[in-house]
């Protein structure tokens, strides 16, 4: 086995999840040279991984507004020509789209993929030579490995390994004491967990002696953050709203802190992943599917289960010295 690629363009969240599977490939064939497809937006993690060759990257999400451009012609047909410099041992389509399954298709090599049954599209189990079956029981990221571990032949075995690092941030406006990263936006207003609970646990943290970091993305998540932020200390002396960053940077705020409290979006996952003290709160998705993963990790709550802020503030202290009952 020389070159493997793996088309797995987006989420973040969904990125993350298939970063494991990136690790036993590299486990068990050391000399496989493991090539990436994947959303420009999420370059910055992937080449994180230090046994992924090559990042190719895609803008399908901004080529689909402007098809007709001459930009977009122009980085499709680059995109081609990269994707063109090598020939595949395996091409497996780890999204289970259509559109991840037409990428895949651009590619030469054996094709593998998640069968009808399996894909989130069927239509995508159409274009492969080899088809798998996944239950659909499995959490994102046991998906993710028996899919490529079928394809390639060998069956996972042992912990899930996110193979990443990151430096830790040195940003002058970062707190120089312990600081919680506390990650409150998503696109998804079902997963948001109520601003007045985000308030209560950060006068906890506050109170116990941490500073909170507000990352935000859009003007309106920014807009959330900051009344979270205020409603925590309105001085800013223990709550400050991180500047725009790029998912880089962002992965070296993540790798500085002492603890980080998320809702199930893409950054908290990547701070389990870089193997942060990390607690998961689920109020419109369910910690089965796609609960955090790692060695520090605690996911609260459940569809339809909104946690109250003790409850967070209790798992929190089972990972980090938080003044507060350890959770059992």
């Known amino acids: ?10 989420s973040l969240g969904d990125v993350i999840h298939c970063l494991p599977a990136a690790s036993d490939i590299a486990r068990l064939y050391p000399e496989a040279a493991i090539d990436w497809v994947v959303e420009e937006t999420y370059v910055d993690v992937v080449r994180l991984h230090p046994a992924i060759a090559r990042v190719l990257p895609v803008a399908v999400r901004r080529w689909r507004r402007s098809l007709r451009a001459r930009q977009t012609r122009d980085e499709f047909a680059a995109f081609r020509q990269q994707l063109a410099q090598a020939q595949y041992d395996r ?36 274009t492969y030579h080899r088809r798998h079956h996944v239950p659909w029981t499995l959490g994102a990221v046991a998906r993710n490995r028996q899919l490529v571990g079928d394809a390639l032949g060998y069956a996972p075995q042992g912990a899930p390994d996110f193979g990443i690092a990151a430096a830790p941030a040195r940003f002058d406006w970062l707190p120089a004491s312990r600081y919680c ?34 990352p935000a993305g859009t003007d309106g998540e920014r807009a959330r953050a900051g009344r979270i932020a205020a409603a925590v200390d309105a001085s800013g002396a223990a709550a400050v709203v991180a500047p725009a960053a790029s998912l880089g940077e962002l992965a070296g705020v993540l790798a500085g802190a002492d603890l980080a409290i998320g809702v199930d979006t893409g950054l908290t996952h990547l701070a389990a992943a870089l193997g942060r003290p990390t607690v998961g709160i689920y109020c419109g998705t369910s910690p089965r599917a796609t609960g955090v993963i790692g060695t520090r990790v605690c996911n609260v709550g459940d569809v339809a289960k909104t946690p109250t802020s003790a409850a967070v503030r209790d798992a929190a202290a089972s990972l980090a010295e938080i003044a507060a009952p350890v959770c059992p």
Do not use: N, Y
Request: glycine share 8%; proline share 1%; aromatic share 8%.
């Open 1 to 10: 086995m020389q070159r493997i690629l793996l088309v797995k363009t987006t």
């Open 91 to 126: 091409v497996i389509d780890v999204q289970g789209l259509a559109k991840s399954a037409f990428l895949a298709r651009l590619a030469t090599g054996e094709r593998h993929g998640l069968d009808r049954a399996s894909a989130r599209e069927w239509i995508a189990a159409l």
């Open 181 to 214: 990263v506390c990650l409150t936006g998503t696109t998804d207003v079902a997963k948001l967990w109520p601003e007045e609970r985000w308030g209560e646990l950060g006068r906890d943290l506050a109170a116990a002696g941490w500073r909170c970091v507000f």
